[in-house]
């Protein structure tokens, strides 16, 4: 078979599934489930995927499932990854296949991740005969904050059969309807929790010098970080760090004896991640010490930096600009200080996420309600495309694997 007789195959058949995969879509999005166990929706995958020649493996930790699809033929391995887990919010959509779960609500899109992903495993079976190689389908709850993927890589659902690459699409509101787009490097940032107490000696307001104030030396504290950032990380490996939250002192006249400050850190390199940590630590200990307290830090790690290999960025669009034509990718300038836990998968594996635009209908992509949004709705018609990237990407991948970089 030729590259444009499967091209066309992938088209046609994520059309010809679109019903299917619009129908799973809504059943999900209708039960939500939060966390690392999500057992209705593991449930709805595995009936979808009845009768299909797959092998599953599954772990522990979470309710995660790899499918995997055996080709005809041996060679390289591809994993394909979608989430299934919702965000713990109301949904305020007027869609009939609302959530019936309060205070749940698959608003970043993972419905549709899961969806697409069991059209994907569907096609790729129907071409088992022709396919040289092996295809993991990742399913992986407990992506919103949970860490999912890294508790399916410590229950070893990655190591046998280990990939040699790895793709996931993540729809986008805020992009044109069917448009796919990424970026070869950072994608997406680390997220890290800082929370600083400064300890001193309370006291009467009235006579500082009896007590140890710990409310300047916050101040002081605060504004050292953000010398931190601009003295000592580099300007084009970029930085955020925020104390969000301030909390000291209960009422006029009385020095207290702490203060607490907490905030969050970006980055987008592990390089830039690791010295704004030690510089955190530093400045806040050394400062409260210069003045005869005491700071303790704590740093409470998120997400890794989500890292495309530049080569994985190049085949996919290779792929998706052969399947549907050059006006269907777009390169990404910079990237979004959101963050992903797909990044530990790419930590062991080259590979890349893409984005997918799903604006709806009769929306400007620049205003419609985002990802993590209580009105967050999706346009379903562009469900086909992604289908049948991925698809396509793993086909790629399988037949040349990665591009020299
Ligand atoms: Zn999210
Ligand atoms: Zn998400």
Redesign the pocket.
């Known amino acids: 078979m030729n590259q444009n007789a499967r091209i066309t195959d992938w088209m046609e058949g994520s059309r010809a599934l679109q019903r299917d995969t619009i129908a799973l879509r809504r059943a999900i999005h209708q039960e939500p489930e939060l966390g690392l166990k999500t057992p209705k929706t593991l449930a709805k995958v595995k009936a979808a995927l009845a009768g299909l020649p797959l092998r599953f493996r599954s772990g522990p930790s979470t309710s995660g499932l790899i499918a995997i699809l055996e080709g005809a033929h041996p060679g390289r391995t591809v994993l394909l990854r979608g989430d299934m887990d919702a ?1 713990p919010m109301p949904e305020d959509t007027n869609v009939d296949f609302r959530s019936t779960i309060s205070g749940a609500m698959h ?2 899109g ?1 419905d549709a991740h899961t969806a697409m992903l069991v059209s994907a495993a569907k096609l790729m079976c129907a071409q088992r005969d022709r396919l040289v190689g092996r295809v993991l389908f990742m399913f992986q709850p407990g ?2 904050g949970w860490h999912g993927a890294r508790c399916m890589i410590e229950d070893g659902l990655l190591d046998d059969p280990a990939p040699d690459a790895a793709f996931a699409i993540h729809i986008a509101p805020n992009a044109p309807a069917g448009m796919l787009s990424s970026k070869a490097g950072p994608l997406l940032a680390s997220a890290d929790v800082i929370k600083i107490e400064v300890h001193g000696r309370g006291g009467h307001a009235s006579m500082p010098h009896q007590a140890l104030d710990p409310i300047p030396i916050a101040c002081e504290i605060v504004t050292a970080l953000q010398t931190l950032v601009t003295r000592h990380i580099d300007a084009f490996d970029p930085v955020v760090v925020t104390i969000a939250q301030i909390e000291a002192g209960s009422t006029n006249n009385v020095i207290p004896e702490t203060a607490r400050m907490v905030g969050t850190i970006r980055s987008v390199s592990e390089v830039a991640r690791a010295k704004v940590h030690a510089g955190i630590i530093r400045v806040a200990e050394n400062i409260a010490r210069a003045h005869g307290a005491q700071a303790s830090v704590e740093i409470t790690t998120g997400f890794p930096v989500t890292v495309n290999d530049p080569r994985a960025v190049l085949l996919a669009e290779r792929a998706i600009t052969g399947l549907l034509g050059e006006q269907s990718w777009q390169t990404m300038q910079k990237p979004i200080m ?1 963050a992903e836990d797909f990044s530990y998968v790419l930590q062991r594996v080259p590979g890349a996420m893409l984005m997918l635009g799903v604006c709806p209908d009769g929306q400007d992509w620049h205003t419609a309600c985002p ?2 949004s209580n009105r967050m709705t999706l346009n379903e018609s562009v469900l086909a495309r992604g289908v049948a990237a991925h698809c396509a990407i793993a086909a790629h991948f399988l037949a040349e694997g990665l591009p020299a970089g």
Do not use: Q, S
């Open positions: 965000l608003a970043c993972h992506e919103e959101g990802c993590h």
